[in-house]
Structure formats: structure tokens, C-alpha cells
């Protein structure tokens, strides 16, 4: 009798035992499942951050070793693309620049490939102003950052539309302690009409009209940061942001 009661006992430690390593099994699959997530954002984010730095290093280049202006650098691409019935719908070529010498992207005859991110970006279920950018696809424009430069035509690259994930993660890899919860520049920001209108993929149409809006004006951990990732307004979703020249 002791014995079949010994056995029981036996019988019943090993279950809580099989049925504690279960709950643990499960609860750190969970979890995995999350922070797997958090590192996948993290890795498109530094995919992200690293091709704006090799964009910015041949842009540098161009200047100091090839001798040539900023108004004379086409960042123009048979790639990236205005949004519009037909993509590629690429942006125009800079007129000042009539050398591949002075190209940044390698469909136009520069050096650095033409890359996408339309992999990291929200869907795009509706059509919107054949001037702006396609969803995933880098672009030049003129922008203002609150304490960048000592005027409001600063040289920004961007890309809009991105995943809510990924923006977090570039302003965690930046230093920023905030979410795009908190980043909202709604229309004051790069990429939307009016005083942005991205028709001219290049800088010799920067000094056309003086801008009055500011990216940092609402946000302020935004004042003075060469680069950023805020949530914008109508269909523009979140916001990568890096400054070529502040001006």
C-alpha cells in the first residue's frame, strides 16, 4: 500500500514537473516571438541608417574629391520613383550636372545601387500627388530642422511610409527616447504639399520657396538632430529623415 501510494506521489511530482516545463516552454516562446520582432526592426532599421550613410558618403565625395558644387550633384534615379499610375515614374535629372562624375545612383551612371525599402513600408491602398514620393523610395527635398543650419533650406534625404517598428527603432539606434507615438509633425514635415513639393528630385531647386514650416517645431527632442523618424500626416505614415547639408 505504501508502496502504490509512493508510486502515485512519483507519478503526480512528475507532472507538475512536465507541466511547469510546458508553462515555461510557452511563456518564453511568447516572449521570444516578441523580441524576435523588436530585433527584425532593429536589422531593417540599420539596413536603413547604413544605406543613408553610403547615399551621404558618395555625396561627400562628389564635393570634396571631385570638386564639384552642391547645386551641381544629381541625386536623379531610373529607379526611385514619384508616386503615380506607373512606377518606375523616376524623378527629374539635375541640369547643372553633366558628367556621371557629379551622379550619385548607379541607374544614372553614379556609384551607389539604386536600393528600395518596400519591404519596411505600410501599404499604399490609395493614389496621391504625382510630386511626392513612392512608398519605399529614397528621396532628396528641401526641409527645415529646427537648430540645423542657419536657414530654412536645408538638403534632407528621406523615405516615407515606413512601419511604425522600424521608425522606433531608428530613433532608439539615434538616441532619441521617444516613440513616433510622440513624434507627430502631422504636415509640418518633408514629403507633403505646399512648401515641399517634391517635383524636382535635386538640389538646384531648393532655393525656389522659402519655407515656414519646421521639422522639430512640434516635437522637440526633434531641435538640432541631423536625423530622425516622426509620424506624419494624411497618407505619409512615419518618416525617415537625414540632413546631407544643413544651410
Known amino acids: 500500500m505504501k508502496s502504490q501510494k509512493g508510486n ?3 507519478l503526480i511530482l ?4 512536465l507541466f511547469a516545463a510546458l508553462s515555461y516552454a ?28 553610403q547615399v551621404e558618403a558618395e555625396f561627400t565625395k562628389i ?16 529607379v526611385f ?21 557629379c551622379r550619385i545612383f548607379q541607374s544614372n551612371g553614379g556609384n551607389v545601387p539604386d536600393i528600395t525599402f518596400e519591404d519596411i513600408v505600410i501599404p499604399l491602398t490609395t493614389a496621391f500627388s504625382s ?11 528641401r526641409a527645415d530642422v529646427v537648430s540645423v543650419g542657419t536657414t530654412s533650406q536645408d538638403l534632407v534625404l528621406g523615405v516615407i511610409r515606413l512601419e511604425r517598428e522600424v521608425c522606433d527603432a531608428i530613433n532608439r539606434a539615434l538616441g532619441l527616447s521617444i516613440t513616433v507615438a510622440d513624434a507627430d509633425e502631422r504636415y509640418n514635415a518633408i514629403g507633403v504639399p505646399g512648401g515641399r ?20 517645431n512640434q516635437e522637440t527632442a526633434f531641435q538640432g538632430q541631423l536625423s530622425g523618424c516622426y509620424r506624419g500626416g494624411g497618407t505619409y505614415g512615419y518618416t525617415y529623415y537625414h540632413v546631407l547639408v544643413a544651410r
Open 81 to 101: 520613383s514619384r508616386w503615380g499610375a506607373t512606377v518606375p515614374n523616376p524623378w527629374f535629372d539635375n541640369p547643372n550636372c553633366t558628367s556621371n562624375n
Open 197 to 216: 513639393d517634391l517635383t524636382n528630385f535635386n538640389y538646384w531647386s531648393l532655393d525656389a520657396t522659402a519655407l515656414s514650416e519646421q521639422i522639430g
Open 14 to 17: 512528475i507532472a507538475v514537473a
Open 63 to 78: 564635393r570634396v574629391i571631385g570638386g564639384y558644387d552642391i547645386t551641381e550633384i544629381d541625386f536623379g534615379s531610373d
Open 8 to 10: 502515485a506521489l512519483f
Open 131 to 141: 510630386s511626392h514620393p513612392h512608398h519605399g523610395h529614397p528621396f532628396v527635398a
Open 26 to 53: 510557452i511563456t518564453n516562446s511568447s516572449r521570444g516571438s516578441s523580441s524576435v520582432d523588436k530585433e527584425q526592426a532593429s536589422l531593417q532599421a540599420s539596413r536603413l541608417m547604413q544605406y543613408f550613410a
